[in-house]
């Protein structure tokens, strides 16, 4: 088992940046890629950006170019710098880990709210 809880959320005003943190606990050693998806209200949770254990990264085309995913050496924690932030980047945002033998976890998310 993988839990996953991610912090840093808040709200900002456009064009600042905010991190936000998912800090994984238990059996990290099965993970294979974490990722950061989104949901806004009334739509489908969409890919952010994903990295895998060999530092591989992609990213939604909406987000390219001003957000950056990271991870300590470690693999317990995984970083989303968010930079030029957008009302429309307004959504909250989860932690996705995925493990060995096609296990899935999920945080619960935390919130970014981006005002005009």
């Known amino acids: 088992q993988v839990q996953l809880v991610e912090s840093g959320g808040g709200l900002v005003q456009a064009g600042e940046s905010l991190r936000v943190s998912c800090a994984a606990s238990?059996?990290?050693?099965?993970?294979?890629?974490m990722s950061w998806f989104r949901q806004a209200p009334g739509k489908q949770r969409d890919l952010v950006a994903r990295?895998?254990?060999?530092?591989?990264?992609n990213y939604g085309d909406s987000v390219k170019g001003r957000f950056a995913i990271s991870r300590n050496s470690v693999g317990n924690m995984v970083y989303l710098q968010m930079n030029n932030l957008k009302p429309e980047d307004t959504a909250v945002y989860y932690c996705?880990?995925?493990?060995?033998?096609?296990?899935?976890?999920w945080g619960k998310g935390t919130l970014v709210t981006v005002t005009s």
């Open positions: 990295i895998t254990i060999s530092g591989v990264t």
């Open positions: 996705k880990a995925d493990a060995t033998f096609g296990r899935i976890y």
């Open positions: 238990g059996s990290i050693f099965s993970i294979n890629a």
